[in-house]
């Protein structure tokens, strides 16, 4: 299978040029894709009891770790896990609390993996006329088995306005104080796509799109909460010195509108010294390195999982399971797996199978 993999991209999320424009295409395009798919579980379908049928067959589920036909009484669960979901997250979710709350699977490719995160634009958004947050559009390069160089993370920092507001602090310090406040967010990969924005829907945390389908066969348990570029991303929101800067000039020029309105573009000279500075850092191996800011992101996301319902093991399970099903070599298996492709159509099958090859590593 290893052989089959095309050779990784080289490495351009540094480069600014044209970068916001393919961020809104590849939206646009995730967003006409997901209006055409069918085998969606809608909340009212959900919320009616009775298990949809999707091509001639029962709707099918990952729940309790095998590929299965659901029955009424897992659509009872997933509606409890759905409740307990959005109660988990009433307060919102800041970036600390992202990194603490996710799978240490997904901590580990995000420090290993993920080696470039550049803050590229930031932009006031209005809601009624008024400034109701600051979104800040992120780049990061993606994993060795990507299709694609890049991945764009928006960040939407809800405390913004208070800050403009708060002219007792510089904009240094209000930066300092934002990053710790509540935030959204989206990624464009299909891990965030396809396992995280359902619950980042629910728990109302997303930017951008919503995912009101419920993730029954990637990730029934509702585990997690972010793929590794967004985990970068919040190891760096967090402690990063470059973004708490980028957010200081976002913030002293809303202070400079009055009302906090405005945006600003990332230079492609700092971005370039930004990767080049975060090129020279090693991706595993000692804990300190001297580079204080850099040594402080990583620990972060070391740090031992606080999660309440992380059950890695059962998803690990459920790969295992699916993957003897794709080997078997029996009719048997066959027609489990031509079932599995028709249930979720030959896309989403590649992904999910790519995804649990990641899922390994
Ligand atoms: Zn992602």
Not at 60 to 74: I, K, N, Q, V
Not at 141 to 147: E, M, Q
Not at 150 to 158: A, C, G
Not at 231 to 247: K, P
Request: aromatic letters at 4%.
């Amino acid at each position: 299978m290893a052989g089959a993999r095309r050779p990784a991209p080289a490495n351009n999320a540094a480069n600014l040029k044209g970068a916001a424009a393919e961020a809104r295409k590849v939206q646009s395009e995730q967003l006409s894709e997901r209006a055409k798919a069918e085998n969606i579980l809608s909340p009212e379908q959900m919320r009616s009891g009775n298990v949809p049928v999707n091509a001639g067959g029962l709707m099918m589920t990952m729940l309790g770790g095998e590929l299965r036909p659901m029955t009424s009484d897992d659509l009872a669960q997933l509606r409890q896990k759905a409740r307990e979901l959005g109660r988990r997250f009433e307060g919102g979710i800041t970036a600390r609390q992202v990194v603490d709350m996710s799978l240490s699977e997904d901590r580990k490719r995000a420090r290993t993996q993920i080696t470039t995160v550049i803050p590229a634009g930031a932009r006031a958004m209005k809601q009624g006329g008024k400034v109701s947050a600051l979104e800040v559009r992120f780049m990061t390069n993606a994993g060795p088995d990507s299709d694609v160089s890049r991945h764009h993370v928006m960040v939407e920092f809800t405390g913004y306005l208070e800050q403009v507001i708060a002219g007792e602090d510089t904009a240094q310090r209000a930066a300092v104080k934002l990053r710790k406040k509540g935030i959204r967010f989206n990624c464009d990969c299909g891990r965030h796509r396809y396992w995280y924005r359902y619950l980042a829907t629910v728990g109302d945390y997303n930017a951008g799109p919503r995912e009101d389908g419920f993730p029954k066969i990637r990730n029934p348990n509702l585990v997690g909460v972010a793929c590794k570029h967004v985990l970068r991303v919040m190891s760096e929101i967090d402690a990063g010195n470059s973004v708490q800067m980028f957010l200081a000039r976002a913030i002293e020029k809303g202070r400079k509108s009055g009302d906090g309105s405005g945006h600003i573009r990332q230079l492609q000279k700092e971005a370039d010294r930004m990767a080049d500075k975060q090129a020279a850092r090693p991706t595993g191996g000692r804990a300190v390195t001297g580079d204080r800011e850099f040594d402080r992101s990583r620990a972060s996301l070391r740090k031992a999982s606080r999660a309440t319902k992380t059950k890695p093991d059962k998803l690990a399970n459920g790969s295992k399971k699916l993957e003897v099903l794709a080997k078997m070599n029996t009719a048997d298996g066959d027609a489990a797996f031509k079932r599995m492709v028709a249930e979720m159509g030959i896309g989403r099958a590649e992904e999910l199978i790519a995804g649990l090859r990641n899922a390994k590593k």
